[in-house]
């Protein structure tokens, strides 16, 4: 027992330097203007990279996160089919899909999904 907690200690000290190690000699060093600037086919940057971007964008982007999180929570409904009851587990899938289409035509109806005004 104290061989192996042994062992697994020093393996993990050996792991933990030699991390420290690639962590500390893979460091650059240099820092000049040309390396923090943004790239822009080795023009000098016409703006600034930090500028903000469209509020109708980012909340697409959110709208097709959560979508995209539903859907990956609906798909292993599929591999479920045969171990439970038909009844149940349909029930289950017709609320889920229920939950998406209403969370669809709330969007819809706040005008979340229309890109120009």
């Not at 109708?56 to 171990?83: C, G, K, N, R, S």
Request: proline share 3%; hydrophobic share 60%.
């Amino acid at each position: 027992m104290w061989l192996t907690f042994s062992i697994a200690i020093i393996i993990f000290t050996i792991s933990t330097i030699v991390m420290i190690l690639a962590s500390t000699l893979s460091t650059k060093t240099i820092f000049d203007r040309e390396k923090n600037s943004p790239f822009e086919c080795g023009f000098d940057p016409m703006n600034s990279a930090r500028l903000p971007f469209s509020l109708q964008f980012f909340l697409i982007a959110v709208i097709f996160l959560i979508f995209d999180v539903e859907i990956a929570l609906l798909l292993p409904m599929i591999f479920t089919f045969h171990w439970s009851n038909i009844q149940i587990w349909m029930y289950t899938l017709m609320f889920f899909i229920l939950i998406l289409i209403i969370g669809l035509f709330h969007e819809w109806n706040q005008g979340a999904l229309e890109w120009a005004n």
